[in-house]
């Protein structure tokens, strides 16, 4: 109760940045991110594989915007121009419920962002056994669907044990995990 009552009075505020995904929304206090929502406002066929301008446009004023908020826009547009650089920058705190206390999400969540890096890829399967519960592999699933911060937290990189990428975003993103996983790919080769 008492976390949700602090959430409830942040004073939360929104960056909206361009990406070869299209439009990111991150949300925010001065106590970290809330959430990262990617808005699919792009047409498969017009996502190239340039990275956005490093232009972003601020709902609020920027002169207003936590340091947390402006580290992550920072993190995000490194990841598209230079993702090799991005693991080098210092990932912005994190402010929302699915990602504090000790629940098997959080668990998660926190060893995917620990311990699986850029280009590299798991399986739920393989991610279960990692966060130490190997039969829960479809928990590991909701966990990925619950993930508030996709991109930061690289829910994109954990696929089926086939090999298959299996879904994103509840199904309706597939073909941004696929640009996302070979995005990392070819920009790793150079």
């Known amino acids: 109760m008492k976390k949700q009552r602090e959430e409830s009075q942040c004073t939360q505020k929104t960056i909206s940045l361009p990406s070869p995904l299209g439009t990111i929304q991150v949300s925010g206090c001065e106590n970290g991110v809330h959430t990262i929502q990617i808005l699919m406002d792009v047409a498969p066929a017009e996502r190239?594989?340039?990275?956005?301008?490093?232009s972003h446009v601020v709902s609020d004023s920027p002169a207003q915007s936590s340091p947390e908020l402006q580290r992550c826009v920072q993190w995000l547009q490194a990841y598209f121009s230079?993702?090799?650089?991005?693991?080098s920058l210092p990932l912005p705190a994190f402010h929302h419920p699915a990602l504090q206390g000790d629940t098997f999400t959080s668990r998660v969540l926190q060893v995917l962002l620990r311990e699986v890096k850029f280009g590299e890829t798991v399986s739920y399967k393989r991610l279960a056994e990692m966060a130490g519960n190997p039969r829960a592999v479809r928990a590991v699933g909701g966990a990925m669907r619950r993930n508030p911060v996709p991109l930061l937290i690289p829910c994109h990189r954990v696929i089926s044990s086939s090999g298959q990428s299996g879904p994103y975003m509840g199904g309706k993103g597939d073909h941004l995990k696929q640009w996302l996983l070979t995005h990392e790919r070819q920009r790793g080769e150079g």
């Open 48 to 54: 190239s594989g340039k990275a956005a301008p490093p």
């Open 82 to 87: 230079e993702p090799r650089t991005a693991g």
